[in-house]
């Protein structure tokens, strides 16, 4: 029994490698199948007999009920930057200074998140995130699903390796388009998607959505003596190691090679960030050794936002939810940072006139990090007619004439009956910051609209299952679905709904304190404009867009719909105590965070009772800072202010 078993492991994960790693299968997936559930229902029968490398591990789910911590027995580095060739000499000049013959191996900085695996006499044992470097998280059943992962190696090895879990392009570009069409917010970039991931509860979802490695480190100590060397063995030990490394003896060729990756680095089919430059020489590695944060043996080349030229085909304008028109340019197609751009936001009219952008112009497009690509100016030689840009006089929607503010760079359609601000403002409505209604995105309420089912937010609560049935791609339990959410949305605490009513000058943060003062919208409605404008930051702007929202008779019959309907309009958030941890600190937050998203920090450090504020000055009390923090963590130091990290604000 036991011998078959084996026989079963050894070819199913031979024709999985092929499958996966080579995209060469030798056998059919019926045959496959056959194999894989004779060994499911052996594994059953036998729970004793389960073979460590069983392909079974990888798939099919339990929920997690959380992540414990694990402290990483050799820390976790991060790398002193460099953004310019200036800044690479003087790496190699302190380096060069002890070692002159040093060389160097280049390595593809692959953009996603550390993690460290270990192994115990050859079976993968634990799998943890980075962390602060010294505590991570045991992430083991999750990275069991990366199917390039080995569970076993073929020598019965303890030892310990890093390398980077990152989301293929391919992969991201899946996950989503289903996200979009099922409503859910989309993820910005791989490196966040395969962040997310990693973080599931639920192994199944990270089984399915193809996440992939690359090994670099052997953490424990080595009996390698080359940085090379211990890629090598990386392969060897099958794990997947980048293709992408080059051994080089001068700073001269460091530089080549960058150039050399910046060429391709639109090919890869992933993400990166950069270059990472380390000693070759593990004993000259020691040799230099660290300083506070990281080696000084090693250095992270970190390329600048692309630019590149496209040519202006058109420009469409689209109404948003407050009535603002916005104009996107129509592009050639170029790849800006892996990923096809063919429109780019051109902000506003202003722009367009500040940066004389005409007709048929050849524009500099670029994209930095997360931000969506917008057009940076004009290639003036390359201008082709003087014939200015048509800016429209009416709405695109509604046809009513267009406003153009004196103290806005906007223009703007002020009909409250415009079909296209009133979809705008249903999305809103039911995203994610707002009442949260998962599956009703922008697609399924342009749809609603369209059929005249829904005409204002209080119509998504007189919605049936029948009414939606008559919408393409909605089955029985998809419809059920839909509807279940509204109903769960009805809960929500009062802000949820303050902030998705689309109230000018009303974002998610004010909407937050304005209930935490007056628990109630109805109480809200009430307020004296002073009482409004004298809580903190908000002022006289807030107080009396405010005033104005609810003075209208059409609002009032609005919130007495939504209350009729069931929808909870008091607080629900617990008030913050004046003893609560960080009560009356001043907090500002940097760096990319591992575990944490931005807003998520954002609200648990407002939980504790500070205040987060976007910059550092003499008034801040706290720097929370992730990893690539910059001029913010300097300012802090030079300020003397108390830095503190994620791991640090998690144990809060
Ligand atoms: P930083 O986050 O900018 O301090 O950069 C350090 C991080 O770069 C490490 O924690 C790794 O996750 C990541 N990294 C990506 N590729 C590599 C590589 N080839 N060698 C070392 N670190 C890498
Ligand atoms: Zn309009």
Request: proline share 4%; net charge negative.
């Amino acid at each position: 029994m036991e011998t078959r078993m084996k026989e079963l492991v050894t070819l199913l994960n031979h024709y999985a490698e092929e499958y996966y790693t080579k995209d060469a299968p030798s056998v059919s997936d019926y045959e496959y199948d056959k194999l894989y559930r004779e060994l499911v229902a052996l594994e059953e029968a036998h729970p004793e007999l389960v073979q460590p490398n069983s392909p079974t591990h990888r798939v099919g789910g339990t929920i997690l009920k959380g992540f414990e911590k694990y402290q990483h027995t050799y820390p976790l580095y991060s790398l002193q930057d460099a953004f310019s060739y200036e800044e690479l000499v003087a790496f190699d000049q302190r380096v060069r200074k002890e070692f002159p013959a040093v060389t160097y191996v280049c390595e593809l900085k692959i953009d996603g998140l550390s993690i460290s695996l270990s192994y115990v006499e050859g079976v993968l044992e634990t799998g943890a995130t980075r962390g602060d470097g010294s505590i991570g998280e045991n992430i083991t059943e999750n990275l069991k699903r990366v199917r390039d992962i080995p569970l076993v190696l073929p020598e019965p090895l303890t030892l310990t390796v890093r390398g980077e879990c990152y989301m293929p392009r391919a992969s991201f570009d899946a996950v989503n388009l289903s996200r979009q069409e099922n409503g859910e917010a989309e993820f910005a970039n791989p490196r966040n998607a395969a962040a997310g991931t990693l973080r599931q509860l639920d192994t199944k979802i990270v089984a399915e959505r193809k996440l992939a490695t690359f090994l670099y480190q052997e953490a424990s100590p080595t009996d390698q003596t080359s940085q090379e060397k211990v890629l090598a063995k990386l392969e060897r030990l099958g794990f997947v190691v980048n293709p992408h490394h080059k051994t080089v003896t001068s700073i001269e060729q460091v530089w080549a090679y960058i150039q050399e990756v910046a060429a391709m680095r639109d090919q890869l089919p992933y993400d990166i960030d950069g270059v990472v430059i380390k000693v070759n020489d593990l004993a000259i590695q020691e040799e230099l050794g660290f300083t506070v944060k990281a080696p000084k043996w090693a250095v992270a080349y970190k390329f600048p936002a692309e630019e590149k030229e496209a040519k202006l085909l058109s420009v469409d304008w689209t109404v948003g939810r407050t009535g603002v028109v916005t104009p996107t340019a129509n592009l050639t197609p170029v790849q800006l940072a892996g990923t096809t751009v063919s429109r780019a936001t051109l902000h506003n009219v202003d722009y367009i006139a500040e940066k004389d952008i005409r007709k048929d112009d050849t524009v500099i497009v670029y994209k930095a990090g997360d931000i969506i690509p917008a057009v940076l100016r004009v290639v003036m030689d390359k201008r082709v007619s003087e014939e200015r840009l048509e800016i429209p006089s009416h709405c695109p929607s509604c046809q009513s004439e267009l406003l153009h503010f004196e103290d806005e760079v906007a223009l703007r359609c002020i009909n409250p009956r415009c079909p296209a601000q009133i979809k705008e403002g249903l999305a809103h409505f039911a995203s994610r910051d707002a009442m949260n209604i998962t599956g009703l995105g922008p697609a399924v309420v342009e749809k609603l609209f369209s059929k005249e089912l829904v005409q204002d937010v209080a119509g998504i609560y007189r919605l049936t299952v029948d009414d939606l049935l008559q919408l393409d791609g909605f089955k029985e339990k998809s419809a059920q679905k839909l509807i279940d959410a509204i109903q769960a949305s009805k809960g929500n605490s009062a802000e949820k709904l303050l902030f998705g009513l689309g109230i000018r000058h009303v974002g998610s943060k004010a909407s937050q304190l304005l209930l935490q003062e007056f628990h109630s919208i109805p109480a809200l409605a009430e307020a004296e404009v002073e009482r409004i404008a004298a809580i903190d930051s908000l002022g006289m702007v807030v107080a009396e867009s405010l005033k104005r929202y609810f003075a209208q008779e059409g609002s009032q019959l609005l919130l007495e719909e939504l209350k009729d309907a069931g929808v909870n309009l008091d607080y629900l958030g617990q008030k913050v105590a004046a003893d609560a941890p960080l009560s009356g600190k001043t907090v500002v937050l940097t760096g990319k965070l591992e575990r944490l998203t931005r807003s998520e920090a954002k609200a648990k450090l407002e939980a504790l009772g500070a205040k987060v504020t976007g910059s550092v000055s003499k008034n801040t009390d706290l720097l929370v800072a992730g990893s690539d923090a910059g001029s913010k963590l300097s300012k802090a130091q030079e300020l003397s202010i108390e830095i503190q990290d994620e791991a640090w604000l998690e144990s809060l």
